[in-house]
C-alpha cells in the first residue's frame, strides 16, 4: 500500500492499518528506558581510576553536532502507531514520519530517503535494509536491535538508543535483571557519510563495519558490551567512545581525527594514528594497543593503569606519547614520549 507522501506499506497484520495524521509524538506510551543501566556504567566511571583520566583528559569532549538542513520542503507529515510487526517497503524523500510499534518490531525493507525527517519507535528491534538516504534526521528507540544493513549517507543526523525497557510494557511493572532481554546491540553494516553524525546508546554491542568519514561526528555509548569500528582514516573524524568492555578500531585513525575511548577492558588501533592525528584513551582493567604507530605531529595520552601499553611501529619524530600504565613497550621510539604520574 502507498500512503501520499511517500510512505510505502504492506501490513503486517490487520492490527496494521494506514493512518495519515498530524504530525506529534504520542506521549502516553512509555519508551524504553536506560536508567538502571546508565547508573551502572556512571558507577564503574567513578572508581578510583576517575582521577587520572580527568587528569590526562581534560580536554573531553563530545562531538558537537549541527542540527542537519535539508534544502527541499517537507511534502507530507504522518504518523502511525500499532500494537505488532510494522513493515514498511521504504520511506521517500522529503517525508516527516513518526512510526511506533508498542509490541512489536519495525522493518524497512527499502531505504530512508533524502530528506526525511523520522522518528521509529519499537518494543522490540529495528532493521533498515538499505540505509539512510543524505540530509536525513532519524531518531530511532528500540527495546531491541537495531540493524541498518547499509551506510548512513552524507550529512545525515543519526541518534540510536538501543536498550531494554525496564517496565513492561504489558503490564507496567518493572522487570527483573534476569528478565531484560539478552539482545540490544547496534550494528551498521556500510559507512557513516562525510559531515553526518550518529549517536548511538546501546546495552550491549555496537559494531559499524564500514568508514567513518571525512569531518563525521560519531558519539557511542556500549552500556555493558564491546564497541567495534572498521576504519576511521578519513580526515577530521571526531569520535567519543565509552563501553563496559572492550574497544577495537580495527584500522587507521586518520590525519587531523580525534578519538576519545573509555573502556573497561582494552582498547585496540588496529593501524596508525596518522598525521596529526589525536587519541586519548582510558583502560580501566585492560591494554592499550596501537599496531603500527603514530605518524608526525600526532598525539596520544594513554592510561592503562592495570596493563600494558604496546605500540607497534614507529612513533616518528614530531610525534608524542604520554603514558600510564604497569608496563609500556615501543617497538621504534623517534619522537617524544615521556611517562606521567
Request: net charge neutral; with cysteine; glycine share 10%.
Amino acid at each position: 500500500m502507498l500512503l501520499r507522501g511517500g510512505l510505502e506499506q504492506h501490513m503486517a497484520s490487520e492490527n496494521t492499518q494506514a493512518v495519515k495524521a498530524q504530525f506529534k509524538p504520542s506521549n502516553h506510551h512509555s519508551e524504553p528506558s536506560v536508567t538502571r543501566t546508565t547508573r551502572e556504567l556512571f558507577a564503574f566511571l567513578n572508581r578510583p581510576w576517575r582521577p587520572l583520566g580527568r587528569s590526562i583528559f581534560q580536554n573531553r569532549r563530545r562531538p558537537h553536532i549541527e542540527p542537519a538542513k535539508s534544502t527541499s520542503p517537507v511534502e507530507e507529515i504522518v504518523e502511525h502507531v500499532t500494537d505488532g510487526d510494522l513493515t514498511l517497503d521504504r520511506i521517500l524523500a522529503n517525508c516527516k514520519v513518526t512510526l511506533e510499534s508498542r509490541y512489536g518490531t519495525i522493518n524497512i525493507a527499502g531505504r530512508i530517503g533524502e530528506g526525511v525527517q523520522a522518528t521509529l519507535k519499537a518494543a522490540k528491534g529495528v532493521r533498515i535494509q538499505e540505509g539512510i538516504g543524505p540530509h536525513s534526521i532519524v531518531q530511532i528507540q528500540s527495546g531491541g536491535d537495531v540493524l541498518i544493513c547499509h551506510a548512513i549517507a552524507e550529512r545525515a543526523r543519526v541518534t540510536i538508543t538501543s536498550a531494554a525497557p525496564e517496565i513492561d510494557p504489558i503490564t507496567q511493572t518493572y522487570r527483573s535483571e534476569s528478565e531484560l532481554t539478552p539482545g540490544s546491540v547496534v550494528q551498521i553494516d556500510g559507512d557513516v557519510g562525510q559531515n553526518s553524525s550518529a549517536k548511538i546508546t546501546a546495552q550491549w554491542d555496537v559494531t559499524i563495519a564500514g568508514t567513518i568519514s571525512e569531518e563525521a561526528n560519531l558519539d557511542v555509548i556500549s552500556l555493558r558490551g564491546t564497541v567495534s569500528i572498521g576504519t576511521m582514516n578519513q580526515n577530521r573524524v571526531v569520535a567519543v567512545v565509552t563501553a563496559g568492555k572492550s574497544i577495537h578500531l580495527l584500522d587507521n585513525l586518520g590525519p587531523r581525527s580525534k578519538l576519545t575511548a573509555m573502556a573497561h577492558d582494552d582498547v585496540t588501533i588496529g593501524g596508525k594514528i596518522e598525521q596529526a592525528g589525536e587519541a586519548k584513551i582510558t583502560s580501566i582493567a585492560g591494554s592499550i594497543t596501537i599496531g603500527q604507530g603514530l605518524a608526525n605531529e600526532a598525539n596520544a595520552r594513554l592510561a592503562a593503569s592495570n596493563g600494558r601499553i604496546t605500540i607497534g611501529g614507529a612513533v616518528e619524530r614530531g610525534a608524542a606519547v604520554a603514558w600510564k600504565a604497569l608496563e609500556f613497550s615501543c617497538s621504534r621510539q623517534e619522537g617524544t614520549i615521556r611517562r606521567v604520574p
